[in-house]
């Protein structure tokens, strides 16, 4: 996205202006939330842990009616169990994350997360308007910043062929 993003963006604001730019990404955003609600289905799993057992019977009835439908294949039948003699359990509350063992877990990630994304978004941000800085005009600033974005993506699918040859340590914090 942050690729595509500054792709777009290299365009648009060259040949209209960055208030447009916020318009279109405004205007997609509608888009995929008008289409999420005519499209995707609520997932039969939610609607159970919500005691919806019945909306979700027939949620997962539909999907694999889909799949036959769409593999041409027969899904074999199970016997049919009656959604209300089944007992759900218990989801454990959200404030768990923050009690005994998981406490240190959470704050790890939390302390994580927030520096990735001050990381993340100070560079992103922040390049273009180096760039401007330096006495490079805007419309190649956000050229040369969609170019840099390009490694995004390419990194991830290296990360993607290194990252189970070595322990995870190695890459989270130094260590082995």
Known sequence: APMLSAAIGVVV???LSWRVMFLIGGLGMLAAWFLSRVYFIESPRWLAGKGHT????NSLRDIEKSIENEKKI???QLPTVNAADTPISEAGSFWDLFKGT???RTCVAITVLIAMNISLYTI?????TIFVNSGI???KSIFMTAV???GAPVGIFFATLVIDKFPRR???????
């Open 137 to 139: 005009d805007v419309t």
């Open 124 to 128: 992103t941000v922040w390049i273009p």
């Open 102 to 104: 998981m406490l240190r």
């Open 74 to 76: 027969s899904l074999r």
């Open 148 to 150: 840099i974005m390009i």
């Open 54 to 57: 019945d909306l979700a019977e």
């Open 13 to 15: 604001i060259s040949y």
């Open 170 to 176: 190695l890459f989270g914090s130094g260590l082995l």
